[in-house]
């Protein structure tokens, strides 16, 4: 690919950046790759090998007007927004936020799911954020519930890296709402004015337990044998064989279960720890945030 991202969705992990990023993948004159987080903004062994590692997936580019990518997990590394302006520092930022009560409680269960989370209850995980937040790069992302949910310290850095008219906040709430317009704005907002039709039914990231724990752990977790291997393997041999072996696995190795809602002592208690933050990301955007003081 001869030109640059446009566009990057950075976040948040279960707050509606997959939904956002299918279904404006699919208008005419928007190139997503088929690959969803690409590490090569946050991760100092992928941005070694310079762009043309990152452009690697972008090989099927046929000249649409725009062209983007999403990594939920960009707005927990700070110094990704230098690296991501120091790429393009014209490009377009956008964060898909949720309500962190709901959205912790979802993170949990898709943890329990891909089989990372050792904890046996949600109340329990939050007793390990602390230490979880001094490990692997693995646990200081996937497991660190609370952290995840303080998006005003989150956004500041890409804020004071891009300024705010590069940067739109969509609230999952809007997206849920109404879809339909929560993407074309985005797009409109991105420059894309062409009316398409959008497929915005079909569900995303559906929950679920693993029918064997270990496999999926073996599966889905960051190990040494894995890192090994990037070493002697290209990155689209490696988007190959996880597309068509591991992705398989996975989704078969998952039976649906609807969880149980979160205890209401927990949420109360959660309502409390989130509001100064919640109230500090109102602050920043300058708008109310929709209905998450309870």
Do not use: C
């Not at 891009?162 to 993407?183: H, I, K, M, S, Y």
């Amino acid at each position: 690919m001869n030109r640059r991202l446009d566009f990057m969705i950075i976040g948040t992990q279960k707050g509606g950046t997959t939904a956002l990023f299918r279904y404006m993948g699919q208008h005419p004159d928007v190139f997503v790759p088929e690959a969803k987080e690409i590490h090569y903004f946050s991760n100092p062994e992928f941005h070694a090998q310079g762009p043309e590692y990152l452009h690697t997936f972008y090989s099927e580019y046929g000249g649409e007007q725009v062209v983007g990518g999403a990594y939920v997990h960009l707005l927990h590394y700070a110094e990704s927004a230098k690296t991501m302006w120091e790429y393009n520092s014209e490009m377009k930022l956008i964060a898909v936020l949720r309500n962190p009560i709901d959205r912790a409680y979802s993170a949990y269960w898709f943890a329990v799911r891909n089989g990372w989370e050792s904890a046996e209850t949600f109340e329990e995980a939050l007793e390990l954020e602390a230490s979880r937040l001094k490990g692997t790069r693995q646990e200081q992302t996937e497991l660190t519930y609370l952290n995840q949910g303080k998006y005003a310290q989150r956004l500041q850095p890409f804020l004071d890296q891009f300024g705010t008219e590069q940067l739109r906040v969509v609230f999952q709430d809007n997206l849920r709402a109404d879809p339909g317009a929560a993407v074309r704005e985005t797009l409109q907002w991105l420059g894309v004015e062409r009316e398409a039709e959008l497929n915005m039914s079909k569900p995303v990231n559906v929950a679920g337990m693993p029918r064997f724990r270990r496999l999926q752990r073996v599966l889905l977790q960051e190990n040494q044998v894995k890192r090994a291997l990037r070493k002697v393997t290209t990155p689209g041999f490696r988007w190959q064989f996880q597309k068509r072996i591991v992705l398989p696995l996975v989704k078969k190795n998952v039976r649906p279960v609807q969880y149980q809602p979160m205890k209401e002592e927990t949420r109360t208690r959660l309502i409390e720890y989130f509001a100064p933050y919640n109230r500090e990301l109102e602050a920043l955007l300058g708008a109310d945030v929709p209905h998450w003081n309870h």
